[in-house]
């Protein structure tokens, strides 16, 4: 969403959006409702990001050892919303590379690293240098830019991520290539998403189908790239390619908006679900904009095997849409709760923290919520205040966690 597609939203439906985030009977005529929800939308949107950098300050983990695919320290985005944000902080991570081990030129002697280096220029024949030194020349002359990136790890590492996320067992090793036919499938970065490895004609054909750009338009790819990431979850195709025919009128029928026998082609169909169906979160799922990898893996995690599991993107999304409702317990809730309160003020204070860990612990954490409430009342100085409010991120990641890990047991 964008705070310029409400204009696109009729009377009915803009009201309908303001009532839903506790705006109380929400009046006047079309341009006051659309100035009344950009105005909530950008306050959410202002509250998510500064929520996201004091949490990410705390939370955040490298994944990766190099500098490209290195995870983010920081789910810095206006448009990060608060369950992507405790999803990362709560993701279990990989440990680190390690060069003396993790990568493919990890065993080399140093004949060979040298040979290598001196032959891609980096280092000169004659000049001396250690095997400390020789590994780092090698990890940002051939580990950084490694395309994907796990081609430069070690079979041993490819192992150990594949197991890690649950897609192979611990006991016995693969070859190289089988190995790397298992990455080619799973491997996602948490940052990666479907247009990452999108091609510049790729770019350019969606955004002309989506009517983003004219067919003339002459756009760098980086700002292609953009554009797509701006609008992608705002198509409809986007948004319900997740949703079979048959599940679309079933709920129009079931709420009245559709007779059974009416016959309609599926533009139409998703046109008039998209005007009718209200649910603002379901728009807005994160799973929405993962690359195939990574709904795969989340498939494979919930009881999917190699075999079973779907060849299309709509398949893949459908499967992950019917699991990720399904998984919507306890800790979704929460998240819910959590996105609430972050939307409720033009900017967030350490004391909406403290509301969300209270929301986290429950009653028998209130005495804690409110004590640090307290010393953030206290604080005399910017920098105490955000001291304070980053041990609350990191409390409020670690009972996120925890949070997380019930809800999966309960599963």
Same mark, same amino acid.
């Given at each position: 969403?964008?705070?310029?597609?409400?204009?696109?939203?009729?009377?009915?439906?803009?009201?309908?959006?303001?009532?839903?985030?506790?705006?109380?009977?929400?009046?006047?005529?079309?341009?006051?409702?659309?100035?009344?929800?950009?105005?909530?939308? /950008?306050?959410?949107?202002?509250?998510?990001?500064?929520?996201?950098?004091?949490?990410?300050?705390?939370?955040?983990?490298?994944?990766?050892?190099?500098?490209?695919?290195?995870?983010?320290?920081?789910?810095?985005?206006?448009?990060?919303?608060?369950?992507?944000?405790?999803?990362?902080?709560?993701?279990?991570?990989?440990?680190?590379?390690?060069?003396?081990?993790? @990568?493919?030129?990890?065993?080399?002697?140093?004949?060979?690293?040298?040979?290598?280096?001196?032959?891609?220029?980096?280092?000169?024949?004659?000049?001396?240098?250690?095997?400390?030194?020789?590994?780092? @020349?090698?990890?940002?002359?051939?580990?950084?830019?490694?395309?994907?990136?796990?081609?430069?790890?070690?079979?041993?590492?490819?192992?150990?991520?594949?197991?890690?996320?649950?897609?192979?067992?611990?006991?016995?090793?693969?070859?190289?290539?089988?190995?790397?036919?298992?990455?080619?499938?799973?491997?996602?970065?948490?940052?990666?998403?479907?247009?990452?490895?999108?091609?510049?004609?790729?770019?350019?054909?969606?955004?002309?189908?989506?009517?983003?750009?004219?067919?003339?338009?002459?756009?760098?790819?980086?700002?292609?790239?953009?554009?797509?990431?701006?609008?992608?979850?705002?198509?409809?195709?986007?948004? @319900?390619?997740?949703?079979?025919?048959?599940?679309?009128?079933?709920?129009?029928?079931?709420?009245?908006?559709?007779?059974?026998?009416?016959?309609?082609?599926?533009?139409?169909?998703?046109?008039?679900? /998209?005007?009718?169906?209200?649910?603002?979160?379901?728009?807005?799922?994160? @799973?929405?904009?993962?690359?195939?990898?990574?709904?795969?893996?989340?498939?494979?995690?919930?009881?999917?095997?190699?075999?079973?599991?779907?060849?299309?993107?709509?398949?893949?999304?459908?499967?992950?849409?019917?699991?990720?409702?399904?998984?919507?317990?306890?800790?979704?809730?929460?998240?819910?709760?959590?996105?609430?309160?972050?939307?409720?003020?033009?900017?967030?204070?350490?004391?909406?923290?403290?509301?969300?860990?209270?929301?986290?612990?429950?009653?028998?954490?209130?005495?804690?919520?409110?004590?640090?409430?307290?010393?953030?009342?206290?604080?005399?100085?910017?920098?105490?205040?955000?001291?304070?409010?980053?041990?609350?991120?990191?409390?409020?990641?670690?009972?996120?966690?925890?949070?997380?890990?019930?809800?999966?047991?309960?599963?």
């Amino acid at each position: 969403m964008k705070d310029d597609s409400f204009a696109a939203w009729d009377e009915s439906k803009l009201r309908q959006w303001l009532l839903d985030q506790g705006i109380v009977a929400p009046k006047g005529p079309k341009e006051q409702l659309v100035q009344s929800a950009k105005s909530v939308y /950008n306050q959410y949107t202002s509250a998510a990001s500064s929520y996201s950098s004091r949490a990410s300050a705390a939370a955040s983990t490298a994944v990766h050892g190099d500098k490209y695919w290195q995870a983010s320290k920081s789910a810095s985005s206006a448009s990060s919303s608060a369950s992507s944000v405790a999803a990362e902080a709560t993701q279990s991570v990989m440990r680190k590379l390690d060069e003396t081990k993790d @990568y493919v030129y990890s065993t080399w002697d140093d004949n060979k690293l040298r040979a290598y280096l001196e032959d891609k220029g980096v280092i000169t024949p004659n000049q001396k240098t250690t095997r400390q030194q020789l590994l780092a @020349y090698m990890h940002d002359s051939y580990a950084t830019v490694a395309n994907p990136v796990w081609e430069a790890w070690s079979e041993s590492y490819m192992h150990a991520w594949l197991v890690h996320h649950g897609l192979m067992k611990s006991e016995g090793e693969k070859s190289r290539e089988a190995l790397r036919k298992q990455m080619e499938n799973y491997y996602y970065n948490v940052n990666d998403s479907v247009w990452s490895t999108w091609s510049e004609s790729d770019l350019r054909s969606w955004l002309i189908k989506h009517n983003i750009i004219k067919d003339d338009a002459k756009l760098s790819v980086d700002k292609m790239r953009k554009l797509v990431a701006d609008n992608y979850s705002t198509t409809t195709d986007s948004i @319900y390619a997740g949703w079979k025919e048959s599940e679309m009128r079933s709920w129009l029928i079931e709420h009245g908006y559709m007779r059974s026998d009416a016959q309609v082609k599926r533009d139409e169909l998703v046109k008039l679900f /998209n005007d009718k169906y209200h649910d603002l979160s379901e728009r807005t799922k994160a @799973y929405l904009t993962w690359p195939d990898a990574r709904l795969r893996v989340f498939l494979r995690q919930h009881g999917f095997t190699e075999n079973t599991l779907p060849k299309t993107r709509d398949e893949l999304l459908h499967e992950v849409r019917l699991r990720y409702t399904q998984t919507s317990s306890r800790a979704e809730a929460l998240l819910s709760k959590i996105k609430a309160t972050l939307s409720s003020g033009v900017e967030i204070a350490e004391e909406k923290l403290g509301d969300i860990l209270s929301m986290l612990g429950g009653t028998a954490e209130e005495a804690k919520v409110q004590t640090r409430k307290a010393h953030l009342e206290a604080a005399k100085s910017a920098e105490v205040a955000a001291k304070s409010a980053e041990k609350i991120a990191a409390s409020l990641s670690a009972e996120a966690a925890k949070a997380s890990k019930q809800a999966k047991s309960e599963l």
